[in-house]
Nanobody
């Protein structure tokens, strides 16, 4: 069983930056595809970014078009953490952000189905 705990959310002005972190328990973290999803009020949960196990692909990061060039996902397997650096934040980035883990590293990383493990979420609010 893997537990994921997010941190780093908060309130920031438009144009500002935040860094989210997700701490994972378990010894097989390095084999997982890890991702961030978000859910705004009244909207469905949507994919933000994913990062595959390092050994699988030379470029293991994938982003939603809405965050490409502004957000960066990274992982530290030694510390069992995955992070999301968010720059140039916009009010439309306001949402609860969730960390998720896929133990099979499916190719369907932009969908929720492959992710067996989810954190409790952390609120990000971007003011105008």
């Amino acid at each position: 069983q893997v537990q994921l705990v997010e941190s780093g959310g908060g309130l920031v002005q438009a144009g500002g930056s935040l860094r989210l972190s997700c701490a994972a328990s378990g010894r097989t973290f390095s084999r997982y595809t890890m991702a961030w999803f978000r859910q705004a009020p009244g909207k469905e949960r949507e994919f933000v970014a994913a990062i595959t196990p390092i050994r699988w692909r030379a470029d293991g990061t994938h982003y939603a078009d809405s965050v490409k060039g502004r957000f960066t996902i990274s992982r530290d397997n030694a510390k069992n953490t995955v992070s999301l650096q968010m720059n140039s934040l916009k009010p439309e980035d306001t949402a609860v952000y969730y960390c998720a883990g896929d133990p099979r590293s499916s190719d369907l990383m932009g969908t929720q189905a492959p992710y067996d493990y989810w954190g409790q979420g952390t609120q990000v609010t971007v003011s105008t």
